[in-house]
């Protein structure tokens, strides 16, 4: 069973930052990638970041030179290093095992289709 539990959200300042942790159990990192999404209110969840066992990483373009992710796959979890946040990024950020499709543009798809809880970010002063 594949559960995902993200955390590390919180109320930071505009330029603060704030890392992001996800425990994925019951997935295994050398068959998918892992992402990190978000949904702010009343928008879609988008995309913003995944990374592969093979060392391939994306980054959405609104969040790229910002935010940096992370995996360590002895311990099944990902992270997601946020810095010069925005108030444009608060959102709910997830993460979720992925398939990464090379297109124009990128998608990064759920394709076990499990969300945890997750993780609260707001940017305000």
């Known amino acids: 069973e594949v559960q995902l539990v993200e955390s590390g959200g919180g109320l930071v300042q505009p330029g603060g930052s704030l890392r992001l942790t996800c425990a994925a159990s019951?997935?295994?990192?050398?068959?998918?990638?892992m992402g990190w999404f978000r949904q702010a209110p009343g928008k879609e969840r988008e995309g913003v970041s995944s990374?592969?066992?093979?060392?391939?990483?994306y980054y959405s373009d609104n969040v790229k030179d910002r935010f940096t992710i992370s995996s360590d796959s002895a311990k099944n979890t990902v992270y997601l290093q946020m810095d010069n946040l925005k108030p444009e990024d608060t959102a709910v950020y997830y993460c979720?095992?992925?398939?990464?499709?090379?297109?124009?543009?990128?998608?990064?798809?759920?394709?076990?289709?499990?969300w945890g809880q997750g993780t609260q970010v707001t940017v305000a002063a």
């Open positions: 979720a095992p992925i398939v990464f499709l090379q297109t124009v543009p990128p998608q990064m798809i759920n394709v076990l289709h499990v």
């Open positions: 019951g997935v295994d990192f050398d068959l998918y990638a």
């Open positions: 990374i592969s066992s093979d060392g391939l990483i």
